[in-house]
T-cell receptor, first 112, second 115 residues
Framework: AQSVTQLDSQVPVFEEAPVELRCNYS??????LFWYVQYPNQGLQLLLKYLSGSTLVKGINGFEAEFNKSQTSFHLRKPSVHISDTAEYFC??????????FGGGTRVLVKP | GAVVSQHPSWVICKSGTSVKIECRSL??????MFWYRQFPKQSLMLMATSNEGSKATYEQGVEKDKFLINHASLTLSTLTVTSAHPEDSSFYIC???????????FGSGTQLSVL
C-alpha cells in the first residue's frame, strides 16, 4: 500500500515570493507521482507528474517539482507566486491498479 | 485536454431520498472511472473504481448498497447515494481514465447537502 504525507497543511506566502510545498511518500513498489491543484468548489487540475526520466519536472503555471528517490520526496516549488495561485494543492501517488492515493493537501494563501 | 463533465454541480436533498450524480467523458472513452469523496478541508478519499460493463470495486469501509455505481457505457458512470442522510453530505468528485496513455481527468465535483 502507498501513503502520501504533505507536511504543511497551510502555507501563507506573500505575492511574488517563492513557495515550496513538501510531499513525502511511502511505497514498496515503483510509483508515479503527481501534483494537483484544486480551486474552491472545483475538481482537480493536474499541475505536473513524474513518470520516469529527469527528476526535475516542469508543469503548468510556472510550477516545478523534483523527485528524490532516496528521500522519497516530491516537493513542489514556484519561484514567484501570484494571487491566483491561492488554492489547495494535493500530492498523489499511483501504483498498480491505477488508483491514486492523495496526501492531505496543502492550502496556499497568497497575500498581497 | 480531455473533458470530464460532472452533473449536477450542487444538490440539496431531504434525508431519506436518493440522489444520482453523473460523470461523463465528453471527448474520449473511459473504460475506468473513479469516484472520490472529499470532506471540507480534507483530502480526497477513493470510494470505488468503476469499470465499464462490470461491477464496481469498492474501497474498504464504503457501503456498496448505499453508494450505487453504474458504468453502463464507455462515456458515462453514475453514482447514486441511496437513502441519503446528513452524514452523506460531502463533495463528490469523479475522474475518468483515457485508454492507451492512461491519463486521468477530473470532473468539477458535486456538492451534496442532505437536510
Amino acid at each position: 500500500a502507498q501513503s502520501v504525507t504533505q507536511l504543511d497543511s497551510q502555507v501563507p506566502v506573500f505575492e511574488e515570493a517563492p513557495v515550496e510545498l513538501r510531499c513525502n511518500y511511502s511505497s514498496s513498489v515503483s510509483v508515479y507521482l503527481f501534483w494537483y491543484v484544486q480551486y474552491p468548489n472545483q475538481g482537480l487540475q493536474l499541475l505536473l507528474k513524474y513518470l520516469s526520466g529527469s527528476t526535475l519536472v516542469k508543469g503548468i503555471n510556472g510550477f516545478e517539482a523534483e523527485f528524490n528517490k532516496s528521500q522519497t520526496s516530491f516537493h513542489l516549488r514556484k519561484p514567484s507566486v501570484h494571487i491566483s495561485d491561492t488554492a489547495e494543492y494535493f500530492c498523489a501517488v499511483r501504483a498498480a491498479g491505477n488508483k491514486l492515493t492523495f496526501g492531505g493537501g496543502t492550502r496556499v494563501l497568497v497575500k498581497p | 485536454g480531455a473533458v470530464v463533465s460532472q452533473h449536477p454541480s450542487w444538490v440539496i436533498c431531504k434525508s431519506g431520498t436518493s440522489v444520482k450524480i453523473e460523470c461523463r467523458s465528453l471527448d474520449f472513452q473511459a473504460t475506468t472511472m473513479f469516484w472520490y469523496r472529499q470532506f471540507p478541508k480534507q483530502s480526497l478519499m477513493l470510494m470505488a473504481t468503476s469499470n465499464e460493463g462490470s461491477k464496481a470495486t469498492y474501497e474498504q469501509g464504503v457501503e456498496k448498497d448505499k453508494f450505487l455505481i453504474n458504468h453502463a457505457s464507455l462515456t458515462l458512470s453514475t453514482l447514486t447515494v441511496t437513502s441519503a442522510h446528513p452524514e452523506d453530505s460531502s463533495f463528490y468528485i469523479c475522474s475518468a481514465m483515457t485508454g492507451g496513455d492512461e491519463k486521468l481527468f477530473f470532473g468539477s465535483g458535486t456538492q451534496l447537502s442532505v437536510l
